[in-house]
């Protein structure tokens, strides 16, 4: 059964920079489409960004565009979101998830496994 687990959430000013991990086990992580979501209160959850099993593709919700930039390491089966010039708007419980298409997709319906999220505060 695959696990996943984020870790480096915290608070920080606006303006400033997170980097989130996600490890992940039990299952082949370089062969998985990796995604990042969020979910802030009374919200739904929506897509951050996803990233290919190799590395090579990366794609992003335009909110976070030229600010946030999602890596991986298979080596260390781990996925990273690194987050600069945080907003306010950015707070919110942030969340990895593997993928069951052979394509990053925007849709949390695509990901059939989830960790259980760390939180990010931005303050202004």
């Known amino acids: 059964q695959v696990q996943l687990v984020e870790s480096g959430g915290g608070l920080v000013q606006a303006g400033g920079s997170l980097r989130l991990c996600c490890a992940v086990?039990?299952?082949?992580?370089?062969?998985?489409?990796m995604g990042w979501f969020r979910q802030a209160p009374g919200k739904e959850r929506e897509f951050v960004g996803g990233?290919?099993?190799?590395?090579?593709?990366?794609y992003y919700a335009d909110s976070v565009k030229g600010r946030f930039t999602i890596a991986r390491d298979n080596a260390k089966n781990a996925v990273y979101l690194q987050m600069s010039s945080l907003e306010p708007e950015d707070t919110a419980a942030y969340y990895c998830?593997?993928?069951?298409?052979?394509?990053?997709?925007?849709?949390?319906?695509?990901?059939?496994?989830w960790g259980q999220g760390t939180q990010v505060t931005v303050s202004s």
């Open positions: 990233i290919s099993w190799n590395g090579v593709r990366t």
């Open positions: 086990s039990g299952r082949t992580f370089s062969s998985l489409i």
């Open positions: 998830a593997t993928s069951r298409r052979p394509f990053i997709s925007s849709s949390n319906l695509d990901y059939d496994s």
